[in-house]
């Protein structure tokens, strides 16, 4: 167990007292993103992270603060999403916590495993890769009932070898501004690492992977390339795209419920703190860019 530094808080007669050390555990969790306005809390609003510090805070007996990989957008869903928090005397059987938890919370959202984490593990600057899945169905019958909250119909005939072309453009670190929609501040240079498409039957998954992604970015990829595949836009139009440095009109955003996040990467223990310092760093313009960063 990797306990934290004791900090230490003044006290009435100008001494010292430390604070109770805490732990850090991380929560490997599944939700079905349908019925919740996204990750982030928000006053008034269902969202993913309210309801799991709500039910951790009233098993754990202390409030509870999340940080997570990554801020899903309302509708999108997540079978590998990872937070950690730092917890006061936590139980010792941390698989007996798991079965609690399942009691607490809703069917639509799961926590499937806690585990201790190092003291520099951080779900979100310590990862190096984030992996999601866009899944849509091209059957004449739309989509199977049981999978009508997680894929997406496309009854429009796709060219599958032009997207395959038109994604394989968009690899490598470039400055996705013309498909995130902008946050003050913040830099939309990312390294894109795979864009995917796999048929099976009339199944048809995008497998998007990269360092980071910004707001919207996923299901603007996707959308660009699906009018591709449409014959609505040239492979040319999508490469060109990424020279753009403003958020395109051009680019409709896919459906939220055909995207899942599927899994996040991090680095063995002894480089996450290294980690976490480059990905802290704010990226430099893409002409000084030298290596890849986080959020």
Not at 117 to 128: E, G, L, Q, T, W
Not at 160 to 168: C, F, I, L, R, Y
Not at 215 to 238: I, P
Request: hydrophobic fraction near 40%; proline fraction near 5%.
């Amino acid at each position: 167990m990797s306990l934290t530094d004791q900090p230490v808080v003044p006290v009435g007669d100008g001494g010292l007292t430390p604070l109770l050390p805490s732990t850090r555990i991380r929560l490997d969790v599944s939700y079905d993103g349908t019925d919740f306005k996204g990750w982030a809390r928000q006053p008034g609003l269902r969202t993913v992270c309210g309801v799991l510090e709500e039910s951790l805070s009233t098993v754990l007996r202390q409030p509870i603060v999340l940080t997570v990989a990554g801020r899903t957008d309302a509708g999108v869903h997540a079978e590998g999403q990872v937070a950690h928090v730092d917890v006061v005397d936590p139980p010792t059987d941390l698989d007996k916590l798991v079965h609690r938890m399942s009691k607490f919370l809703p069917a639509d959202v799961r926590i499937k495993r806690i585990s201790l984490a190092p003291k520099d593990f951080d779900a979100r600057f310590s990862a190096i890769r984030r992996h999601y899945v866009y899944r849509l169905t091209t059957a004449a019958y739309g989509v199977d009932p049981l999978e009508s909250r997680s894929v997406v119909a496309w009854r429009r005939g796709l060219d599958v070898g032009a997207m395959q072309a038109a994604s394989d453009r968009l690899l490598g670190l470039h400055d996705f501004a013309a498909f995130c929609k902008r946050r003050e501040g913040a830099t939309t240079v990312r390294e894109l690492q795979r864009f995917d498409w796999v048929e099976r039957g009339d199944r048809l998954d995008a497998y998007v992977s990269a360092d980071a992604f910004c707001w919207s970015m996923v299901r603007s990829l996707v959308g660009a390339v699906l009018f591709v595949g449409e014959g609505k836009r040239t492979v040319q139009w999508v490469g060109e795209l990424v020279d753009e440095r403003d958020r395109s009109p051009m680019i409709t955003v896919a459906p939220a419920r055909g995207l899942s996040l599927v899994a996040v990467d991090y680095p063995e223990p002894e480089g996450l703190a290294a980690r976490n310092l480059a990905t802290r760093e704010m990226r430099a313009p893409l002409s000084e860019a030298t290596g890849c960063c986080g959020d």
